[in-house]
């Protein structure tokens, strides 16, 4: 893509997202929950949380786009994020997933994979070792952190590029691998992009504020 191409498209979804201030519902974790909702307001967006099972399929009736994050996972979330995911698809709306700590417990992997599987999420936004056990099935994380072994580097980044390529091709979904080196690509294309700063893995959440800000700025969704 040439960079005037680029310029004219990053405009152009500047605009959209500033001119209709999607509402995004998030089912998101407790830790960074303000955060989340702060940048999506930063952003252009406009944010609701709802976990509740019997609240949220008129809460997703309503807005524009879902964002399901993992990262403080109850039963009753559970079942939320199951309500929530089918009435998005079935209204059309963009549906991102953040696997957060999947590789970490069983439960974790298990519900990402069921997300995954049953509803088929538009984008999924991961580090790479949360993107690696989604790939297996099980796997081992340094909590919510990435593995230091599975970091993407230059020098292994052209078997990442097909890895990722290969698991958006899997499940038709845009992957969005993040860390020093972030990875974003369907089946087609990777776009590498090269600006981590270290400074970001000493606080926490901007990984959850990324994920609702992509939720906004993915609606409506694009056309098949």
């Known amino acids: 893509m040439s960079d005037a191409v680029s310029r004219i498209s990053l405009g152009a979804c500047l605009e ?3 001119s209709t201030c999607p509402l995004v519902h998030n089912i998101t974790n407790y830790v ?9 307001l930063a952003c252009g967006g406009s944010p609701i949380m709802s976990d509740e099972p019997d609240d949220v399929f008129d809460i997703t009736s309503i807005c524009g786009g879902l964002n399901i ?7 009753r979330s559970i079942e939320a994020m199951k309500v929530a995911g089918k009435r998005a698809k079935e209204l059309g709306h963009v549906v991102l997933l953040d696997p957060v700590g999947a590789g970490a417990s069983a439960l974790r992997t298990k519900t990402a ?10 984008v999924i936004r991961g580090n790479i070792s949360e993107i690696k056990s989604l790939v297996a099935g099980s796997g081992t994380t340094k909590g919510v952190d ?16 097909q890895f990722v390529k290969d698991f958006a091709s899997k499940t038709n979904a845009v992957i969005a691998i993040t860390g020093a080196i972030d990875l974003v690509a369907d ?38």
Request: with cysteine; charged share 20%; glycine share 8%.
């Open 187 to 224: 089946a087609e294309v990777c776009y590498v992009i090269r600006n981590g700063r270290p400074e970001m893995s000493k606080i926490t959440g901007t990984g959850c504020q990324l994920s609702g800000m992509a939720t906004a700025y993915g609606w409506p969704r694009r056309s098949a």
């Open 32 to 40: 960074t929950v303000n955060d989340v909702a702060n940048v999506l």
């Open 113 to 122: 994979r069921m997300i995954v599987d049953e509803i088929h999420p538009d």
């Open 16 to 18: 959209q997202v500033r």
């Open 146 to 161: 990435a593995d230091a072994a599975d970091t993407v580097t230059e020098e292994n980044l052209d078997a990442m590029v």
């Open 69 to 75: 994050n993992i990262g403080t996972l109850n039963s």
